[in-house]
């Protein structure tokens, strides 16, 4: 289960309610990216690749992490380190797929239509697509009744 919404176009938090492996971690993460890193990082999991999150001082307070999206040995697995731990977080790459899903679907939602969106909303579109291919047979989280 999520909870997710949006605080003005540069903020978002999205954070797992139900408790799972490695999903503590990836809370912390999500709610130090800013929406204006969002197709990169999502591009790094579609991609399986490893994503630096460099530290913040300016915007924000936000130490560095290192996420590799695909473990070479369990494909099905990511691992978080950040940089004030040596401790690895891993847990289920398709919570990191489902994340990025929701994320960009609650961010994207707000510009539909838009004639000139913010450059971060143009790449967020071109990735989402790809993101969708990479859920494909999956099933995403969907709104519940009012």
């Not at 797992?16 to 929406?35: C, D, F, K, Q, Y």
């Not at 690895?88 to 990025?100: E, I």
């Not at 609650?106 to 990735?127: D, H, I, Y």
């Amino acid at each position: 289960m999520y909870a997710a919404g949006v605080d003005n176009p540069v903020g978002m938090y999205l954070r797992w309610l139900t408790p799972g492996e490695g999903r503590e971690a990836l809370n912390v993460l999500l709610s130090e990216i800013l929406i204006l890193e969002f197709d990169h990082l999502t591009t790094a999991i579609i991609n399986g690749e490893t994503y630096r999150v460099e530290p913040l001082r300016e915007l924000a307070q936000r130490e560095g992490s290192w996420l590799n999206t695909r473990l070479e040995h369990d494909p099905e697995r990511y691992d978080l380190m950040r940089d004030d731990a040596q401790v690895h977080h891993q847990g289920k790459r398709l919570d990191l797929l489902l994340s990025a899903e929701l994320t960009l679907r609650v961010a994207l939602k707000s510009f539909e239509g838009q004639q000139e969106p913010p450059s971060w909303v143009v790449r967020a579109q071109k990735v989402y697509p790809l993101l969708l291919e990479a859920l494909e047979g999956q099933d995403i989280f969907q709104p519940v009744g009012n």
